[in-house]
């Protein structure tokens, strides 16, 4: 008997017998299998959860909006840079929500029981807007594509810096994480400088447009080195890398490629916190609402889908 007649559809054979997978995950094993993910003595397990969020949820927010890129970027191979820079993200917030897990799973949401959604992608689909922790840089609309590559750039450059102190971390799981993202995000900033100098260099329209770009990204930057209190405590803990630590290296590669392209720092005021929160203590902009209603409504709808 051949193997597609033994089964009533030829897709009854895709699950193998195991219908517990949730049809809406990246994958059905354990990202973080084969990894210890003992949590290292004398760190708080909370703590340690919620700095890994605050680097996935960056990580997931920026990958949604470079998605929105796809089949709409000037040529198909920024289409598909874009498109190939938001799945490095992806793959990174995987990773680090599947470790926030790991380390406190009382921060993954509670659904209904034998629910088959893994905790990484109850994370993604599953929290309200208030429980992301990302920075509000990443969750504003994308603009145009000099808006895209001006936020790239001071997103990559910061997240380059803090990866590349990570790869010491105390906490395996986050060396791991960091090790691999090194590469990649040092081409998402190799990326996006290029256009950056490229646009600014380039006709009098493509200035005005990547200067009104870094004018749209530069008020929401300060967040990025603006020590939290979760920050400062898991780098003294020796697993984390608190902001302030890469500041003045973030800046001073900012410089040089401002330099290049003959651009000055925006003189801009900075989006400050509001009430006292921003977006590492879930306080965030309108953005996020509706990129949440969008990211998550098939995995609300149904919670339960299998396949």
């Avoid at 597609?4 to 973080?32: I, K, M, N, Q």
């Avoid at 949820?57 to 929105?68: F, G, V, W």
């Avoid at 191979?77 to 990174?92: K, S, V």
């Avoid at 920075?135 to 590349?164: C, H, I, K, P, Y």
Wanted: hydrophobic fraction near 45%; include cysteine; aromatic fraction near 6%.
């Amino acid at each position: 008997m051949d193997q597609v007649s033994e089964h009533d559809s030829v897709y009854d054979g895709l699950l193998g017998g195991d219908d517990s997978r949730w049809a809406f995950g990246t994958s059905f094993e354990d990202p973080l299998a084969g990894v210890d993910t003992t949590v290292p003595d004398g760190v708080d397990t909370a703590a340690l959860a919620a700095y890994c969020l605050m680097l996935g949820d960056d990580a997931l927010i920026a990958s949604h909006r470079l998605s929105e890129w796809c089949s709409s970027a000037p040529d198909l191979e920024d289409d598909i840079a874009l498109a190939n820079i938001a799945l490095d993200l992806l793959g990174q917030a995987r990773l680090l929500l599947a470790r926030a897990a790991a380390a406190d799973p009382t921060v993954v949401p509670a659904l209904p029981e034998g629910s088959p959604v893994p905790p990484e992608d109850a994370l993604a689909f599953f929290r309200p807007e208030g429980r992301f922790r990302n920075v509000r840089l990443v969750e504003q609309a994308n603009g145009d594509f000099a808006v895209t590559v001006a936020r790239l750039m001071v997103l990559s450059t910061w997240r380059l810096a803090l990866m590349e102190r990570l790869v010491d971390s105390r906490d395996a799981v986050l060396a791991a994480i960091a090790a691999k993202a090194v590469k990649e995000v040092a081409y998402h900033r190799d990326y996006a400088a290029r256009w950056v100098v490229t646009l600014a260099l380039g006709t009098d329209e493509s200035r005005r447009r990547v200067e009104a770009g870094l004018r749209t990204v530069w008020p929401w930057r300060w967040e990025l080195v603006d020590d939290h209190v979760v920050e400062t405590e898991v780098d003294a803990a020796g697993v984390g890398v608190a902001p302030s630590r890469v500041a003045d290296e973030v800046d001073a590669l900012l410089d040089q490629v401002l330099g290049v392209a003959r651009l000055e720092r925006p003189e801009v005021k900075d989006v400050g916190p509001h009430g006292g929160r921003a977006g590492r203590d879930g306080r965030h902009t309108e953005a996020l609402g509706r990129l949440l209603a969008e990211m998550q409504v098939v995995a609300r709808e149904h919670p339960r889908g299998r396949w």
